[in-house]
């Protein structure tokens, strides 16, 4: 499906003008600027001043001295109101909400109901004030991060450092952040060390610190030193641009919820047009002492209550807050769609290296025979050094890497290990198969052992080993906790490493259900065999890059996509950007929380409608209760919507 590309200068514009895209309204003007309340402000003291003349009976308060008083006070907040519904006629689309609160004042006036006139208009005009507010409020979020875009960047060019547009910055260029200053083009760290505030970008606050050649990412805010940084992305594709567009393009994919109520909306307001015609004539035929002036009052009343403000402007604002507060909390969903589909997941797949794991080796134990460890390791590391194995670098990791051993006559025994000399003394390292293959017994122990495991010999010795593991990530087991109790039962684990590792970090997290040894076209296998139950509602966590079939046939796509990951975003459907499991449990929450508040409120919308409907069929409604049906409830819902932006979801 081809996604709708919103320009970001037009939502900034949008974003000012206090609407979104979705709620099809066009009333200019911020809440923000006073000038927006000043035609409020005049309608209703004008309002407040003629009803009290009309209460103290003043003289000269009659005839047309009090018809031109009243339409003065109309006029501030229902002339544009009058334009929009004429605009929305001329264009063929007759049934929107400017043109019914246009005839049901307009017939007011006509009856001589001038101050319930004036006053349906003003509460309107204040109703959407509060929801351009409301909608700025949800948006702040998208603002903050407009506001994060750099402006300039300090480029090094003919011996020095020039100020110029990020977008004029070609990929290798050399830029320099100062202290306080945002990172302006995704690159590489030239500097020794740094020290980023990832806050806009990973909703985390936390300082994050690289070190050289190390990626750093647009957005990001340089708290320590002045650092210089190799540009490696233009402007348009760095990691601040395309999150941008996520979140843009997001309030485009509605979900079915707001789909169907906008449909039923367009449906539903003729029916009760025509019924409003019904209910001015049609008593003329029963009633025998029928008055044209009582039943179109009643039926200006059905007009009023008639407008789908409640249901067509706090639903989608319901959504948009959703879409906000999980942007707040470093997850972006690319629609509301997905904030429905989350609600609904009951199965969740899931990668273990860099889901559940770090994906980074780490020294687990180290086992010496008859050696000093410090001394073990010495040699070890001496060795390590001529070797660039991820392995090896996870040992020169190790306390003791600062000694001044040095390996000689190193070489690489093909699938085996290595073979050197230190201190004069032949070195092995490697697996049981180089242990063999030179004679040397290795304990039974090391039998079972399921990580990667490094064996050593010295002198045709053995004298130990060092357990190689893949570190979990802090929060993988209390992640696992809260799926459960968020009602998430089935949980499996399909990994692409071996079998035997797979099986025991599943037993460390209390996954019953785990696949080791798996090829991404064999993990996709097992996600299509659980979508034969109709029953189950898939999610899979991943990295993003080698599990981008399962994630696109998934029912929703979680991607621990971190900072810059092309694959994530394009592939998945929602994006974790801190790569921590337990933001899984949070989405849950949020499409939960996001949901009960958008049937809350179109339970509320619905349920008062209908009852001030029938009361003023029968007559026992006035416009003021109409005003509430309509006005009152979109108000009402639109404050529900926006304690989304308030709530927690720890």
Not at 359 to 369: L, Q, S
């Amino acid at each position: 499906m081809k996604k709708k590309k919103v320009n970001l200068r037009d939502l900034k514009q949008d974003s000012k003008a206090g609407h979104s895209h979705d709620d099809g309204h066009n009333h200019g003007g911020s809440p923000s600027d006073f000038k927006t309340y000043i035609p409020a402000i005049v309608s209703f003291i004008m309002l407040i001043a003629g009803i009290a003349l009309d209460y103290f009976g003043v003289t000269f308060f009659k005839d047309w001295i009090r018809i031109i008083w009243y339409c003065i006070a109309y006029l501030p907040v229902g002339l544009p109101v009058v334009k929009e519904g004429w605009k929305s006629v001329k264009k063929g689309d007759v049934f929107t909400e400017f043109f019914l609160m246009s005839i049901a004042t307009i017939g007011a006036f006509i009856i001589g109901e001038y101050p319930e006139g004036v006053a349906v208009m003003l509460f309107y005009a204040v109703g959407e004030l509060f929801q351009n507010a409301a909608v700025n409020r949800a948006k702040g979020n998208i603002k903050a991060l407009l506001d994060v875009r750099p402006k300039e960047a300090n480029v090094y060019r003919n011996g020095a450092y020039t100020n110029v547009s990020p977008k004029d910055v070609s990929i290798g260029e050399k830029i320099q952040i100062r202290v306080g200053e945002k990172v302006p083009l995704d690159g590489v760290l030239l500097s020794e060390k740094g020290s980023l505030n990832t806050a806009a970008l990973t909703g985390e606050s936390k300082p994050n610190s690289v070190l050289k050649e190390d990626k750093v990412y647009a957005g990001s805010i340089n708290l320590d030193s002045v650092i210089e940084v190799e540009v490696t992305n233009n402007f348009e594709d760095s990691s601040i641009a395309r999150i941008l567009d996520l979140v843009q393009n997001a309030t485009a994919r509605k979900s079915k919820t707001e789909l169907f109520i906008r449909k039923f909306a367009r449906i539903y307001t003729p029916i009760v047009v025509f019924l409003a015609i019904g209910v001015t004539f049609l008593p003329y035929v029963f009633v025998d002492d029928y008055v044209f002036r009582d039943w179109l009052y009643r039926a200006l009343i059905f007009l009023v209550i008639s407008c789908p403000c409640a249901l067509v402007i706090s639903i989608p604002l319901g959504y948009f807050g959703g879409l906000g507060a999980a942007s707040k909390n470093g997850i972006l969903f690319k629609g509301a769609s997905f904030l429905d589909a989350m609600t609904k997941i009951n199965t969740l797949v899931m990668d273990k290296t860099g889901t559940v794991t770090k994906g980074v080796f780490k020294i687990k134990e180290i086992k010496v025979i008859g050696w000093e460890e410090h001394e073990f390791m010495k040699y070890l590391t001496a060795m390590e050094e001529q070797s660039t194995h991820p392995i090896a670098k996870a040992i020169m990791e190790y306390k003791g890497n600062g000694s001044n051993y040095k390996a000689e006559n190193v070489s690489e025994i093909a699938g085996k290990g290595l073979k050197g000399t230190v201190n004069d003394k032949t070195v092995l390292i490697g697996n049981k198969s180089l242990m063999i293959a030179n004679n040397i017994e290795v304990p039974n122990e090391t039998e079972s052992i399921v990580e990667s495991i490094v064996l050593v010999a010295i002198n045709n010795a053995f004298v130990g080993y060092v357990v190689i593991a893949d570190e979990l990530k802090e929060d993988a087991k209390d992640t696992i906790t809260a799926l459960h109790e968020v009602g998430i039962k089935d949980i499996m684990m399909l990994s692409g490493d071996k079998n035997s590792i797979t099986q025991q970090v599943a037993k460390s997290l209390h996954i019953k259900n785990a696949k080791g040894g798996l090829l991404p076209e064999e993990k996709l296998n097992e996600v299509e065999i659980l979508k034969q139950n109709p029953e189950n509602k898939i999610a899979f966590i991943g990295d993003g890059i080698n599990d981008a079939p399962v994630l696109a046939a998934s029912d929703v796509g979680i991607a621990m996509g971190g900072l810059g990951s092309d694959v994530a975003i394009e592939t998945a459907d929602v994006i974790i950007q801190t790569d921590q499991p337990s933001k899984v449990v949070r989405a849950i929450k949020i499409g939960r929380s996001t949901r009960k508040i958008v049937w809350q409120n179109i339970i509320l919308a619905f349920g008062v409608k209908a009852i001030v409907l029938i009361l003023g069929a029968g007559g026992l409604a006035t416009m003021w209760e109409a005003v509430f049906a309509d006005v009152g409830v979109a108000l009402l819902a639109i404050l529900n919507a926006v304690r989304l932006q308030r709530m927690s979801w720890d």
